[in-house]
Antibody, heavy 120, light 109 residues
Framework: QVQVVQSGAEVKKPGASVKVSCKAS????????FHWVRQAPGQGLEWMGV????????NYAQKFQGRVTMTRDTSTTTVYMELSSLRSEDTAVYFC?????????????WGQGTPVTVSS | ETVLTQSPGTLSLSPGERATLSCRAS???????LSWYQQKPGQAPGLLIY???SRATGIPDRFSGSGSGTDFTLTISRLEPEDFAVYYC??????????FGRGTKLEIK
């Protein structure tokens, strides 16, 4: 069974950056893709982007271009999401989720979520 | 970018009733790229349906997905108390990016 475990809650000031980690275990790390999805309080799910652990390739949602960086460390089977120039609207729970791409594209394992609070 | 419109925004039903949730895409999508998720308060979402109509492992057969092109439906045949939650559809678009619908909240009447 694949497990996706994220780092703990963060509190940041406006203008700062946050880096959230997501450690995968139980399967071949470089085969799946890893996505980041966020959810503001009381709101829906928002796709932020994806990183391919096999080569580090990324694809970001237009909204986050220039502010988000997704990376991976194959030695520790961990992926990271860094969001810079934080503002209060970035307060949300950030989820890491895995896509094991076959003929169908979907997210089959989710991390527990990392709450990020941006406040002065 | 493909936009997904979910309706209704909120659905009020009683246990034992049938629920029909809609997800409409702004352009035609492949069945292979449409999936449904369930989210309960304080929890991460969980996969229900992939490929528009295939149930994920461990999902009861009261959940079914259907549709093609731009119109997709999630049906729960007989609601159980644990089914009251928020449901999202998700699509992989032609630009290589994903989009979620805004969700349907299924609440107890």
């Amino acid at each position: 069974q694949v497990q996706v475990v994220q780092s703990g809650a963060e509190v940041k000031k406006p203008g700062a950056s946050v880096k959230v980690s997501c450690k995968a275990s139980g399967d071949t790390f470089t085969r799946p893709l890893f996505h980041w999805v966020r959810q503001a309080p009381g709101q829906g799910l928002e796709w932020m982007g994806v990183v391919n652990p096999s080569d580090g390739a990324t694809n970001y949602a237009q909204k986050f271009q220039g502010r988000v960086t997704m990376t991976r460390d194959t030695s520790t089977t961990t992926v990271y999401m860094e969001l810079s120039s934080l503002r209060s609207e970035d307060t949300a729970v950030y989820f890491c989720t895995r896509e094991y791409r076959t003929a169908s594209y979907y997210f089959d394992s989710w991390g527990q979520g990392t709450p990020v609070t941006v406040s002065s | 970018e493909t936009v997904l419109t979910q309706s209704p925004g909120t659905l009020s039903l009683s246990p034992g009733e049938r629920a029909t949730l809609s997800c409409r895409a702004s352009q035609s999508v492949s069945d292979n790229f449409l999936s449904w998720y369930q989210q309960k308060p304080g929890q991460a979402p969980g996969l229900l349906i992939y490929g528009a109509s295939s149930r994920a492992t461990g999902i009861p057969d009261r959940f079914s997905g259907s549709g093609s092109g731009t119109d997709f439906t999630l049906t729960i045949s007989r609601l159980e108390p644990e089914d009251f939650a928020v449901y999202y559809c998700l699509v992989f678009g032609s630009s290589g990016k994903y989009t979620f619908g805004r969700g349907t909240k299924l609440e107890i009447k």
